[in-house]
């Protein structure tokens, strides 16, 4: 993931960088494997990325699933609206917690959110969406069923 906008993004210096695209790819690599593509030692790596996550630039480790392996072969995309105030940051914290998300963008317009999710069925999707809608700071929603994917 791309390191957020703020100030803690201007003080990142080229080898950073290269440390956070190497963990974006694979955020399991070892700092040793960081440090052979990045030039530096595993200790000078881990010391960075303390540092990178010390400032709020790296804020976790995720696991990224392959919707096929698990055969989540029902696809949809689901505006979430929210109540007044809630900060994207509230957002992402809300959608991070799902597998079934495979992506998710703050959007202009009527909602707040636009969420790529992936389930096994119907029955499964509906009841991720009906978590979601759960989740504090979540009003509302309205989903699209993909039917076929025509690109892509």
């Not at 030039?39 to 990224?64: C, I, M, P």
Request: charged share 30%.
């Amino acid at each position: 993931m791309p390191a957020p906008l703020n100030s803690a993004a201007a003080r990142l210096d080229e080898t950073d960088r290269k440390v956070l695209e190497v963990l974006g790819r694979d955020g399991r690599a070892s700092y040793a494997e960081i440090g052979l593509l990045v030039n530096l030692s595993a200790t000078a790596v881990k010391r960075r990325v303390d540092r990178l996550r010390e400032r709020g630039v790296v804020r976790g480790f995720t696991v990224v699933l392959d919707p096929a392996s698990l055969e989540w072969r029902t696809e949809a995309f689901v505006e979430v609206y929210c109540r007044e105030r809630t900060s994207p940051e509230e957002i992402l914290a809300a959608l991070r917690q799902f597998p079934e998300v495979v992506a998710a963008w703050t959007v202009t317009g009527d909602a707040d959110a636009l969420v790529h999710l992936r389930a096994a069925d119907t029955g499964h999707l509906e009841a991720v969406i009906e978590r979601i809608r759960r989740e504090r700071g979540v009003q509302r929603s309205r989903s699209q069923v993909v039917l076929s994917r025509l690109i892509g």
